[in-house]
């Protein structure tokens, strides 16, 4: 990373942000919160949610971070910019903005601010990016949240345990791909954005899965029955990823039918994807374990699984 150069454009743009940029009072921060789109361990991804008069244009958004902590925006070293800008148009006057932050160095903790074009910059920001070398990891798994009370108290419990990520297992605000729902979703992401920080203050970041109630109708929907939920958790292209989180555990996310059928192509064990993985941690046997340094590559994955002597004890949980 060139730290000179790019400290040198920080300060150009800001300095060029600052003074162009108005701050009328009808543009507001909704959300930030944390998602993971490519090695967590050296990337995050800052989801900002912004809302506006309808018809009005959304702000820009920009990210200024930094290892050590800063006040002014122009003290940090670095500056990122929306690399995705999201207008919902069944939600006029929303926009969910997505800054990629990358670079960045393992198992370290990084602050950041949110620095909107139409309004104040946001108070500093704390997340830890995952080790690149072994280390004890700390997660929760949950799924089948919902937005009431009990989920509250629930929350509050997974955040004192500290993780370094929340694994999310879908069924998270129940708006079953409803545009009509979409307030479930600001009430649990208003949830996860006050109650969802460690002890120390860092930011959890989510990788989730796709539940049935991110879908309308469930099962076997399109990217438009699951608007909400793949526009809200940009996390990748498709509903099926890995995510590798420290050098000894690498994650399968699968989807169990909602969007991706379990036949033929993806997800679960299918040659298409998972033969392409390696995934050398100890996964459950409710997994497929294949290396795409088998003997026989063209055989199928759960074929090769077996012969391998590793369990697989079906192509999907
Ligand atoms: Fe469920």
């Known amino acids: 990373m060139n730290l000179t150069r790019r400290h040198v454009l920080l300060m150009m743009w800001i300095g060029a942000f600052l003074n162009l940029a108005p701050m009328p009072a009808e543009a507001a921060v909704r959300h930030i919160y944390l998602t993971w789109s490519g090695d967590p361990a050296s990337s995050v991804r800052i989801n900002v949610h912004t809302m506006t008069t309808p018809g009005q244009l959304a702000p820009q958004i920009h990210v200024v971070y930094d290892t050590v902590r800063a006040g002014a925006p122009g003290q940090y070293r670095w500056a990122s910019t929306s690399t995705h800008i999201d207008p919902i148009e069944a939600l006029p006057g929303r926009t969910v903005h997505s800054v990629l932050l990358d670079q960045l160095q393992p198992g370290t903790r990084h602050y950041y601010r949110v620095l909107s074009s ?54 998270l605000a129940y708006s079953n791909g409803n545009w009509d729902h979409a307030d479930r979703w600001d009430r649990w992401l208003d949830h996860w954005d006050s109650l969802m920080v460690t002890s120390t203050g860092d930011q959890i970041p989510i990788v989730s899965a796709i539940g049935n109630h991110e879908v309308r109708g469930g099962y076997a929907g399109t990217e438009q029955d699951a608007g909400l939920y793949l526009r809200y958790l940009p996390q990748s292209s498709k509903t099926f990823y890995d995510r590798q989180l420290g050098p000894h555990v690498a994650l399968l996310v699968l989807d169990s039918g909602h969007l991706a059928s379990h036949d033929g192509e993806p997800p679960g064990c299918s040659r298409h994807w998972c033969g392409t993985k390696t995934v050398t941690s100890a996964l459950p046997s409710t997994t497929c374990r294949c290396s795409p340094d088998s003997a026989s590559p063209a055989q199928p994955c759960h074929e090769r699984v077996a012969a391998s002597g590793n369990r697989c004890s079906r192509n999907l949980p």
């Open 118 to 171: 139409q309004d104040a910059a946001s108070t500093v920001y704390h997340f830890r990016t995952m080790p690149d070398e072994p280390s004890p990891l700390r997660f929760i798994v949950n799924g089948d949240m919902g937005i009431d009370e009990h989920a509250r108290q629930l929350q509050s419990v997974a955040a004192a345990q500290d993780p370094q990520v929340a694994l999310l297992g879908g069924d």
